[in-house]
């Protein structure tokens, strides 16, 4: 431990380790074996692998991160500090994944500093940070296959657990890259981690009960605070003062991205300045770090896009935490405007409070309006399982490719069978990990675009004797200064192998011949089919359509259970903090006692709230649905049309959240609303009219402002955050 003591001081400028980070640098380092680490936000994660990556004498780390702008600050502070760091993703020109590639391979000392990567000389790559996408990726793969990996990282490692609130299928994929990429250690570290998430994670990646190290979830200088206020006017009746009186900067979390724009304008008009809008629906160029920098007390009104991140967009959640460097004397507020969906999102988002010692208000609003929204994010995934069906139809009945491949335009299957995106992507996912049946292969293209590099880089080519190399020669188009070849075409005509010639094409980017500028890519989808094949009987494609559909629907009801969960800690008579303790398995870190600031400690009650009563199916509403929409093969369309839970379909149909009638029933029971729409679907053998094309009544200002008013913004776009 004593190179990683000299590196923790000469490199970051810590004098100490905090936490259990020198155990958990000591169990990489010394005894070669895998680690989780659960630490709170801001605990000083990003050293327990680090320090170990400029530890190794030999190999690379490589870190897996959902969140692109994390990398690019990750990589930013390291090249200051001197270490070879970069990050390859969709944003580096073709100049500078090229570039760190070659890096990457071979070590070269080069020096180039550019908005999205900033490398320095001597060395070779010591860390390397991509997006968990990226190993399903063929060249990266191909690349990493030469390359030892020594400590591999997993950043926001409980999305590798179904029982995590934040599972994504694309990490499930992570522990076999590591077996067959023989990785040498593994590091897993998250923020939020029940019990159950942990033993997940550990059996995932062969982690021993002493390679786990945690920090307790209870921060005793946070006072976490409960109200209740029905209406969004009661709730700034309340949050107005209380951002008045701040002594730092403060985020307000909020739902939906009208909420964003309608709240703060409402505490513009209430007198307060500096307050900012950040959610995913806003143009790239006001979610860049400027726009959260103006000042160190403003307030950010924002949705868990802020601070939690989402893949496709650039946020720079980072940056804001600048906020909470020690030099400040002022500390950060964070409020929940509306009730957050799972204690794991509470848990993560309040621990962005107070990271500088002092005390910080952390206050959550009840609203019983606001919880039928919030049901809706958990009812909105699953699908019918008659569309689960035929969708699974036309994956096991496709005649496989030349290569032994499917693929498949997943928009279009997301719009025939009515199945949103994200849950199309998890039930591939099962197919693969659960079943056997396939396996996800890279998305491929057609032409790539050769330039060599310089006359050394020309002369490769040509020197190259492989018969991979002498067809691409016989084939490619001579423009000059670079050539052109379609790989597909040539695969075509020749029988050569278009893998085979694609992988030369990387060998020779990767031996620093040439750049390479692929594009027409085919098969965005794409699936190798395994040994073990997908059943073609009606029967056996029904069986596996029944597990799907039933684990879909557990999904959907441990959803439900979580918002549950979140209004029992706080009405529970019972410490708030000790109650999230416990859920997270440490509640012993709480005294008996309680922690003094939370609302049950200073009042000696929990909270009175009572959720909106469930009113019964109203007829007349049914009715008013049934007339329009005529879709009569689904009854969950329907109740998703009327509880107001967009959908593929519905928005083909023009039945979404721009209809007057979406989510006008959102009070009802949702299951109750299934059943009564399926009744109605029975009478017709489940078929479907052909309606007239009506357009429908756009909603007048008054309209909208009053049910967002009373109604909780019921027919305000309901997208994910």
Excluded at 616 to 627: E, H, M, P
Aim: hydrophobic letters at 40%; glycine letters at 6%; proline letters at 4%.
């Amino acid at each position: 431990m004593e190179r990683a003591q000299q590196v923790l001081k000469d490199t970051f400028n810590f004098p100490s380790f905090r936490l259990s980070q020198e155990q958990v640098v000591s169990r990489l380092v010394e005894q070669n074996e895998n680690a989780l680490v659960v630490y709170p936000t801001g605990g000083g994660k990003s050293l327990c692998y680090q320090v170990p990556a400029l530890c190794f004498d030999s190999g690379i780390t490589l870190v897996i991160s959902p969140l692109i702008s994390l990398m690019k600050d990750q990589v930013d502070v390291l090249v200051q500090r001197k270490v070879k760091a970069a990050s390859l993703d969709s944003t580096l020109t073709m100049d500078m994944a090229t570039f760190v590639k070659s890096e990457v391979l071979s070590g070269a000392s080069h020096y180039i500093h550019t908005k999205a990567c900033l490398l320095s000389s001597a060395g070779s790559m010591k860390i390397l940070y991509v997006a968990p996408e990226r190993l399903n990726n063929e060249s990266f793969v191909q690349m990493m296959s030469q390359v030892k990996i020594a400590l591999l990282a997993v950043d926001e490692a409980h999305c590798i657990s179904q029982w995590g609130a934040s599972f994504r299928p694309e990490y499930l994929k992570i522990a076999r890259f590591c077996e067959e990429q023989d990785v040498e250690r593994v590091l897993c570290l998250t923020a939020t981690a029940t019990p159950a998430v942990v033993d997940d994670i550990c059996k995932s990646f062969f982690i021993q009960k002493e390679g786990v190290f945690r920090t307790p979830v209870f921060r005793p200088n946070l006072s976490l605070r409960v109200e209740v206020a029905e209406t969004l006017p009661k709730k700034l009746d309340i949050l107005v003062p209380l951002l008045k009186s701040r002594t730092g900067p403060s985020i307000v979390y909020v739902t939906l991205q009208k909420h964003a724009e309608d709240v703060a304008n409402e505490l513009l008009a209430r007198g307060l300045s500096d307050v900012l809008v950040y959610h995913a629906g806003l143009p790239a160029p006001q979610r860049q770090e400027e726009t959260f920098m103006k000042s160190a007390d403003c307030i950010v009104v924002a949705t868990i896009a802020f601070g939690m991140g989402i893949d496709r967009h650039n946020i720079r959640q980072v940056n804001f935490f600048r906020f909470l460097h020690p030099y400040f004397t002022s500390t950060l507020q964070v409020v929940h405007l509306f009730m957050p969906k799972t204690l794991e999102n509470y848990s993560q988002e309040v621990g962005r409070a107070g990271r500088d010692g002092l005390r910080s208000e952390c206050v959550m609003f009840l609203a019983a309006q606001d919880i039928p929204v919030l049901e809706g994010f958990s009812r909105g995934d699953t699908c019918t399982k008659r569309d689960l069906q035929l969708w699974l139809q036309e994956v096991a009945l496709k005649t496989p490719a030349s290569d032994k491949t499917l693929d498949f335009n997943l928009y279009e299957q997301s719009k025939s069978y009515d199945i949103r995106s994200n849950v199309l992507n998890l039930c591939y996912a099962q197919l693969e990990l659960d079943y056997g049946f396939i396996r996800a292969v890279t998305p491929f293209y057609s032409v790539y675009e050769m330039t060599p590099r310089d006359a050394a880089g020309r002369a490769g080519l040509y020197n190259d004797k492989s018969r991979e190399a002498a067809t691409i020669r016989s084939h490619w188009r001579d423009k000059g200064t670079k050539f052109e070849i379609n790989v597909v075409d040539v695969a075509a005509r020749t029988g050569a192998d278009r893998n085979d010639l694609a992988k030369k094409i990387n060998r020779w980017e990767f031996d620093g011949f040439i750049q390479t500028r692929p594009s027409q890519v085919r098969a965005a989808s794409r699936y190798a089919v395994l040994e073990k094949a997908l059943p073609k009987t009606a029967d056996g494609i029904e069986k596996i359509a029944d597990e799907l559909y039933a684990r879909m629907q557990q999904r959907e009801e441990e959803g439900v259970a979580k918002l549950k969960q979140v209004l029992e800690l706080v009405t529970d008579d019972e410490c708030i903090p000790r109650n999230l303790s416990k859920y997270f398995g440490s509640e012993d870190t709480v005294h008996e006692d309680g922690c003094g600031l939370c609302t049950f400690c200073t009042t000696g009650q929990g909270v009175a709230f009572s959720p909106q009563p469930v009113v019964n199916v109203d007829k007349r509403q049914l009715a008013a649905i049934l007339s329009a929409c005529h879709e009569r093969d689904d009854a969950r369309l329907l109740a998703r049309m009327a509880f107001g839970i967009t959908s593929p379909r519905l928005t083909a149909l023009k039945c979404s959240s721009s209809h007057p009638l979406f989510g006008s029933m959102v009070n009802a029971d949702f299951n109750a609303l299934v059943t009564a729409f399926e009744a109605e679907c029975a009478k017709v053998g489940h078929r479907s009219a052909t309606p007239p094309p009506v357009a429908p009544k756009k909603r007048t200002y008054s309209q909208t402002k009053s049910q967002t008013t009373t109604r909780g913004g019921r027919g305000a776009k309901r997208g994910r955050y």
